[in-house]
């Protein structure tokens, strides 16, 4: 099938406003659960989200990386702090994410303030990853070139071996960032393209904006 051709007619819900909550990170964990409920392909990450960061140059780069928390006060997600994405975020704080759930014909993006996570948050996270993935997080220079896949699995055999049973300590250059939104946008797929599009504005620390947008 040619390109252009590609195309679903979608038809699995609505969204109105007098159906969402008042707080979009409430609505967003409502959305959440029914993605996860509903999923039935072991291959869909229902956590996995495109990240998108830009440079004080206005040069924008996307990537999928993978929500780890949702509090009240937004969304959490880890990395190198030396990696691409950090250093975008050092020269412009300011990012976007978006959830795409093809299963429920539904998409939400948020946008928002990014900061640093505590280093207990960012240290009780790491505790939780599974060991591999600690160990892969100490030796990988994310974003940086190395010579083969063999130096980094090099690294790894030699920091296991070092370690040992004992525990792995987080490295200064890996931890968490907070997206905290200002603008989240939930989309429900709809017939003839004229899809459901609700907006959540921040009026001030405490208030949101809620209202329709045309598809």
């Known amino acids: 099938m040619e390109i252009e051709n590609m195309r679903r007619n979608y038809q699995e819900n609505s969204l109105e406003l007098a159906d969402v909550a008042?707080?979009?990170?409430q609505?967003?964990?409502i959305w959440f659960q029914r993605a996860q409920e509903a999923n039935s392909t072991p291959w869909l990450e229902i956590n996995a989200m495109t990240l998108s960061t830009c440079s004080g140059e206005g040069r924008t780069t996307s990537r999928i990386v993978l929500l780890k928390q949702c509090t009240s006060e937004g969304f959490a997600?880890?990395?190198?702090y030396e990696s691409s994405k950090a250093q975008q975020l050092r020269q412009?704080?300011?990012a976007s994410l978006v959830f795409y759930w093809p299963h429920l014909e539904q998409q939400v993006r948020v946008?928002?303030?990014?900061?640093?996570?505590?280093?207990e948050v960012s240290d009780e996270y790491f505790?939780?990853?599974?060991?591999?993935s600690q160990i892969g997080a100490v030796v990988s220079p994310q974003s940086q070139p190395v010579?083969?896949?063999h130096e980094l699995e090099k690294a790894m055999t030699e920091l296991?071996?070092?370690?040992g049973e004992g525990r792995v300590e987080r490295p200064d250059y890996w931890g968490g960032y907070l997206l905290r939104p200002d603008r989240v946008e939930f989309w429900q797929g709809r017939p003839s393209r004229l899809h459901d599009r609700i907006v959540y504005e921040l009026q001030d620390a405490q208030s949101w904006k809620t209202f329709r947008i045309a598809p």
């Open 22 to 25: 008042s707080d979009p990170i």
């Open 27 to 29: 609505q967003f964990k």
């Open 77 to 80: 997600f880890f990395t190198n």
């Open 92 to 94: 412009y704080p300011f």
């Open 111 to 119: 946008e928002g303030r990014v900061e640093r996570t505590s280093a």
């Open 127 to 132: 505790q939780a990853r599974p060991r591999s």
């Open 147 to 149: 010579a083969d896949r």
């Open 160 to 163: 296991t071996e070092s370690v």
